[in-house]
């Protein structure tokens, strides 16, 4: 750690090694996150929504 500046790596606690953190409130994984994001891409935009739309309310 001298060689670094005794600047101790994320999740390296002095004497216990490498934890693992507790989550945050609102944290997913990144897997969910990039099947949201994918799904977002996908979706239809615009008049291709209102379209959409309207035939699902029928």
């Known amino acids: 750690m001298e ?3 005794n600047k101790w790596p ?3 606690v002095r004497g216990q ?3 693992e953190q507790p989550a945050a409130p609102g944290d ?3 897997l ?3 099947h ?3 799904d977002d891409l996908k979706a239809p935009k615009g008049a ?3 379209r959409l ?3 699902y309310v029928r």
């Open 3 to 5: 060689a670094y500046g």
């Open 10 to 12: 994320y999740a390296r």
């Open 17 to 19: 090694g490498l934890v």
């Open 28 to 30: 997913m994984s990144l």
């Open 32 to 34: 969910t996150w990039l």
């Open 36 to 38: 949201r994001y994918v």
């Open 48 to 50: 291709a929504q209102e």
């Open 53 to 55: 739309h309207s035939e």
